[in-house]
């Protein structure tokens, strides 16, 4: 079962930021939070992963809280090739590429 | 180039017929995966290997075979196709250890008819 929770979905207006929340209230210390989207048809895409401090890249930033049970996933900027489905995820076993997706959040952005 | 190439993108194929998907990566990494996206959508990983260990995952039937001519590619075999076996198959790799992300391919839409 993933190690995570997601709200099933949610919606943005285009130019807004979208954050997207995660809880991984079970994270081990030394496990890594990775977040992926699925674009309709297409595969999963990465996006950025953190452990302990909050991370930005040419994509999104990654908030984690102090004590790692939760993290957000800001899109500063969204537009409409944004809307997809996103997954946060925790490893199992830290082993990155064994990769247990739940059920992610849909998100639609709107003109 | 396309990091994750899988090939074919569209599979058509009749129940009881033996088929492969073919992957390849030129990322250098060292581990490969497929996952089965259903038509509920559920992303579920179904093997994971390296050079030196095959991870399988214990739901998947003994039909589905992996297998791994080099370091670069990863086949997947499938035997005897069911109608259940209709799906969106994604292969994908990564260099084992931690902090690194994974890279998909764009997936084979497999019908069994």
């Known amino acids: 079962d993933a190690k995570t929770t997601q709200p099933t979905s949610m919606d943005c207006a285009e130019g807004r930021a979208a954050n997207l929340p995660c809880n991984h209230s079970?994270?081990?210390?030394?496990?890594?939070v990775y977040w992926y989207r699925q674009i309709h048809s297409q595969g999963p895409q990465y996006i950025i992963h953190?452990?302990?401090n909050n991370e930005t890249n040419e994509m999104a930033s990654l908030i984690i809280t102090e004590d790692r049970k939760s993290s957000t996933l800001i899109l500063p900027h969204a537009t409409l090739r944004d809307t997809a489905v996103y997954y946060c995820?925790?490893?199992?076993?830290?082993?990155?590429?064994?990769?247990?997706f739940g059920k992610g959040t849909k998100l639609s952005v709107k003109p | 180039d396309t990091a994750v190439s899988q090939t074919p993108k569209y599979l058509v194929t009749q129940m009881g017929n033996d088929k492969s998907i073919k992957c390849e990566q030129n990322l250098g990494h060292d581990t490969m995966y497929w996952y089965k996206q259903d038509s509920k959508k559920f992303l579920k990983i179904m093997f994971s290997?390296?050079?030196?260990?095959?991870?399988i995952n214990e739901t998947v039937p003994n039909r589905f075979s992996p297998k791994s001519p080099d370091k670069a590619h990863l086949n997947l075999h499938i035997n005897s196709l069911e109608l259940g076996d209709s799906a969106v198959y994604f292969c994908a790799s990564s260099q084992l250890g931690r902090g690194t992300e994974a890279f998909f391919g764009q997936g084979t839409r497999l019908t069994v008819v």
């Open positions: 995820i925790v490893p199992d076993g830290g082993s990155q590429g064994n990769l247990i």
């Open positions: 290997y390296n050079n030196k260990e095959l991870i």
């Open positions: 079970t994270i081990s210390g030394n496990e890594y």
């Open positions: 953190g452990l302990k």
